[in-house]
């Protein structure tokens, strides 16, 4: 089966820096994604990493090593703003080409003053 | 916004009874996925569906089954509604292009909230 762990909370200061991790074990690995998801609201897309190394997108950036089951997820210059749900998926294929996506249980950040 | 439209907004059934929802996909997109979210908790994959098949699917019985049309939209229906079936479902389309990592780039819409009483 597919285990995905992430921090369950978080809290960062306003303009600092936040990392947030997530393992996983899954076989057929195929891609990590990273989701931000403020309460009440559906996901929104902020990255993926199917290759190992680090993805920069603006103030976020992700990391992958797939032979350590390991990503990470940083937020730059922290705003109010950031205040959310960051969910860590993981997408795998079998021998078939079928897929699925598995999501971790979040990790609620709170920026605070 | 996405581009990404689900119908109805919330909706409240009895446990037995069959539900239908509904997904549009954003405009371009060939693949939708469909996933159940219960409060305080990550998206659980229900399953995908890739050019009106089914191409991928999560750990959930046979009561819920989909359809995804010519137009790329797409119904996710539950039958036999039981009360653990309430949550958010959400889907969530993309547009498989081999060679480009856009391909991978999953748009959610708002979601539809179930209530099974």
């Known amino acids: 089966g597919q285990n995905i762990d992430q921090p369950t909370e978080m809290t960062a200061t306003e303009g600092a820096i936040v990392q947030i991790n997530c393992t996983y074990q899954t076989s057929g690995f195929n891609g990590l994604f990273w989701y931000q998801q403020h309460a009440g609201e559906a996901p929104t897309f902020l990255s993926y990493n199917v290759l190992d190394g680090l993805e920069e997108k603006g103030r976020f950036s992700s990391f992958l090593s797939r032979s350590k089951g390991y990503s990470y997820l940083l937020l730059k210059e922290l705003q109010m703003k950031d205040s959310a749900s960051y969910l860590c998926?993981?997408?795998?294929?079998?021998?078939?080409?079928?897929?699925?996506?598995?999501f971790g249980t979040g990790t609620k950040l709170q920026v605070i003053p | 916004e996405t581009g990404v439209t689900q119908s109805p907004t919330h909706l409240i059934k009895t446990r037995g009874q069959q539900v239908t929802l509904r997904c549009s996909s954003q405009s371009g997109h060939n693949t939708v996925s469909w996933y159940q979210q219960a409060l305080g908790q990550g998206p659980q994959f229900i399953f995908q569906?890739?050019?009106?098949?089914?191409?991928g699917r999560g750990n959930f019985p046979p009561r819920f089954s989909g359809l995804q049309f010519p137009n790329y939209s797409s119904e996710l229906n539950v039958n036999a509604l039981e009360l653990d079936d309430s949550a958010l479902y959400l889907c969530?389309?993309?547009?498989?292009?081999?060679?480009?990592?856009?391909?991978?780039?999953?748009?959610f819409g708002p979601g539809t909230r179930l209530t099974v009483t």
């Open positions: 998926a993981v997408r795998s294929l079998n021998s078939g080409g079928y897929q699925k996506v598995t």
């Open positions: 969530a389309s993309s547009s498989i292009r081999l060679g480009t990592r856009a391909s991978y780039e999953q748009y």
């Open positions: 569906y890739y050019r009106e098949e089914e191409n």
